[in-house]
């Protein structure tokens, strides 16, 4: 008999769900891992004759998911949660978020309003998220601290703000702190140009090339109205898709937000140029900017993920919600009950972000090799009674409430429901002292 | 100094939303309740001067609500949640559903699965659920165990069941079932022929003349797909609202669930005939009906509620899922942001259903003198922080798991999450056993 090895962390579940292989349930089978990466994945009997490790865990009800990858948010507006709704995407951004954030945005503000929406995401089984907002940098210590993993958006707008000046102030800072944290284990960046409405083709041009000379990953909201669309072609006389090929922003590094409103040959040119959508429902419903043809962009091959967008526009940071919500509206966009079904689903929430950011290799599903970056999810409950199928669930019948654990990089962050690493009771008392303050 | 009167049960919380009159929010208000009535709602300082009870409590982090009414459901289908996904109506219905109901459908069954769905939505914050199904003597019987009100829906269908043989065979079961329990307390009733589809003129005819002579609500699915529209114009020569309409069944006792596909003209006709309309955003979306034109609906004055349908095509029994949904796709679907706002999707949730069922001078809003129908919804927690306006919240960013006490008639039934008058753990299980008996 072989001598058993010994493993950091031992995970015993019902079911596990690596997204990689495709449509795969692995029953009653462990994942071990260790320094921080999945070492191997068996069934429960195997894994206890050959490993052995003291933090060996039986989730008997559960199932494992890779952790959820939220591809698009700004999560230090959690702080605006709420504050004003039923509004259009202009109206709610001229007249209510922009005066809200020239007045109150600093450091501090996006220092509380991201620990408590990564605490949010962290409960409800997200393990990574995709954030543009100001002070990156103060974003990128919320991360730090939390344990989370992100992809830090290097923020540039044509409008000054406490956080910088003009369009070479945003990039000189946010090219600065990637430096700064190019190696860190937790962080990824984007180039993070906010809109085509609101930056400049001078602006637009230094940052394709900076993200040639990086191969970074660019984030940029899309075509998600159709004013936006209008004004693009009053101001520029293409819409603003064409505008950014012209400007040779187009390609495998770009990360394209919203997407509502496109032409067929815009997916195509979308397809041949190997962009990734990032997919919003709850936001584009909430805006009235409409309903992306996900269905149709899936099955073209374009790589599709899911975001929450922020909490002022959603307003919750759920993809749970989120991804039934994406599976749902596929449906019934398309006219099609079998669009989108439950396993591509999941994939869009976990996988097909990880590829958009370009870190497909080291998370996004359950594999050798990668990252522990592992949501657990409790079936042994009244709304996921009775199971026939556990990925069904997942997406239509589960929500976050039911996430039990969650690790990244191996390191456990929700453990039995409770945060480990964040004071939930005084991330609340800091947000009511915000709203009080906003409200003044 | 005045004695103080004794009450029952005093609620003091943080904010009441009583749903009547349009857009208030009382802040720091108590309600008082006796004999299962709501006797008083004032502010918490002249609640403890006033009146005085040995069932104080104190809720200061809440909101209270009317008891959400789930206007559309087949609770004992909650035994084949995620049964069979991602398939259009006709083919789910005919290859998944009815093979399973055929061979399964029991008194025994329709127990199981109804207990299993009252728990499940008490724990969601709903007090009351139109339902359609077979053996409704079951169903009522569940009810009445739990304590929660219900409007039994008498099932006639042309095909034979475990239930009954024939439509007259059917009819004779549901009116004897209603002469038994029209005084009950808890209950309430609606003829309820299955859909246009599947009862003949004959059936419907005799059914009309039923809910003239007892002024009975009529629970129908109607308009659900496309499909159901065209096979009515090769069958009848016209489409299904019109021949309800020859066949006399348009009128304010008729709850008309779905309505996905209607015309400007046939939209004008329920609001001249003053019919109600079950909205049930989930269900239509999941398989791929379409997305109804609620906004619009609404603004005509059509009496418009939210139902669930069965966990079979949801796949949860989540009043608040449907209620965000609601206003999300009313918005998109009318390109209006401000199309059915928050305080209009609560009130389609509460009050709009319980006057579609009749039943609204004793539930669907706090007003003195209804039923102490209440929900309790506790803000305390991350997800609903910070909070600027407890409306936005309870419709956009808060969900079932945040439903903390629920009294039907001012008896608690969920104390705290916890269930009072049923044993979750035994459902559970019960659930489990019928999935070993439905997979075999």
Redesign the interface.
Known sequence: MLDSLTADTIIEARWIIPVEPEKTILSDHAIVINHGVIQAILPISQARSQFISHNHIALNHHAIIPGLINLHTHAAMT?M???A?????M??LKYHIWPVETRYVSADFVLDGTL?AC??ML?GGVTCFNDMYFFPEVTAKAVIECGMRAAIGLIVIDFPSAYANDTDDYLFKGLSLRDCYSQHPQLSFCLAPHAPYSVSDKALTKIVTYAEQLDSPVHIHLHETHDEICSSLDTYGVRPIERLRQLGMLGPNLIAVHMVHLTKEEGNLLKEQNCSIAHCP?S????????ARIAELVALGINVGIGTDS?AS???L?MF?EMR?AA??A??Q??????L??HQALRLATLNGAIALGIDKITGSLAIGKAADITAVDF????L?????PV??LV??A???HVSHVWVRGKLLLDDRELVTLN?RE??NR??Q??RR??S
């Open positions: 702080l949660r709420g504050l709704d039923d509004l259009p995407l109206e709610w408590l605490a949010e409960k709850s584009n419903l909430k805006l009235a900017s409409g309903i909490a959603n307003n919750r759920d919600e919500l749902l509206l449906k019934a398309s006219g099609q009950a079998d669009a079904s439950a042994s409950t009244l709304a009674s009775p199971c026939f199928n069904s669930h239509y019948a929500s976050r409430e939930e991330l609340i947000a009511t915000w709203q906003l409200n």
